[in-house]
């Protein structure tokens, strides 16, 4: 099962980026191409029958399996970096933080109006990153179909504040 192998390889680091915090680091899975093929059979086989036209990943973490799911799924894959990394006209979203506030862009012509969009993150803490993700393709004028992320931190109750842009939310691991 897939969340065994993941719970085996996903290394913990204590204290880490502060004191108090067990960081779960996803960088092992990277190393192991059977297990890399093995995270986007899992995410391909749970989007059964969701329709989607298209994968964005969130920077930077997201961009790994996202890309890698897009590429075999044959949908196009958008990236939705953090402000002043995209060259194109954009679109900007701004969200609070636990301190502080941070700003996500996407490019306006990446994604199509009605499109049904996958939301791809490595890791679902809090939800504000992924709600800001959500809140743009909104904007957009396309559809939240889901969410998808290798790990879940439950604890932190981010999953709650994805449901009110879309029920289809996928971790392959939860703590």
């Known amino acids: 099962m897939i969340s065994e192998k993941l719970d085996k390889a996903i290394?913990?680091?204590?204290?880490?980026?502060?004191?108090?915090?067990?960081?779960?680091d996803i960088t092992p899975?990277?190393?192991?191409a059977q297990l890399?093929?093995?995270?986007?059979d899992a995410f391909i086989s749970q989007?059964?029958?969701?329709?989607?036209?298209?994968?964005?990943g969130i920077e930077s973490r997201g961009f790994l399996f996202g890309f890698l799911l897009a590429n075999k799924m044959g949908i196009p894959f958008v990236p939705i970096r953090k402000v002043g990394k995209l060259p194109?006209?954009?679109?900007?979203?701004?969200?609070?933080?636990?301190y502080g506030s941070s700003?996500?862009?996407?490019?306006?012509?990446?994604?199509?109006k009605d499109w049904n969009i996958l939301i791809h993150d490595d890791l679902l803490a809090t939800g504000g990153t992924a709600c800001a993700a959500a809140e743009?393709?909104?904007?957009l004028g396309a559809k939240v179909a889901g969410f998808a992320f290798v790990v879940s931190l439950d604890f932190l109750n981010g999953k709650e504040k994805l449901t009110q842009y879309s029920d289809n939310i996928i971790s392959l691991k939860d703590y």
Do not use: W
């Not at 890399?36 to 986007?40: D, L, P, Q």
């Open 103 to 112: 700003e996500v862009e996407i490019h306006k012509s990446d994604i199509q």
């Open 29 to 32: 899975l990277l190393m192991d």
């Open 36 to 40: 890399t093929n093995g995270i986007i």
């Open 136 to 139: 743009l393709i909104k904007q």
């Open 88 to 98: 194109g006209e954009t679109l900007k979203y701004k969200y609070n933080l636990e």
């Open 47 to 56: 989007l059964n029958g969701i329709q989607l036209d298209a994968i964005v």
């Open 11 to 24: 290394r913990e680091v204590p204290n880490f980026p502060k004191k108090g915090i067990n960081f779960k």
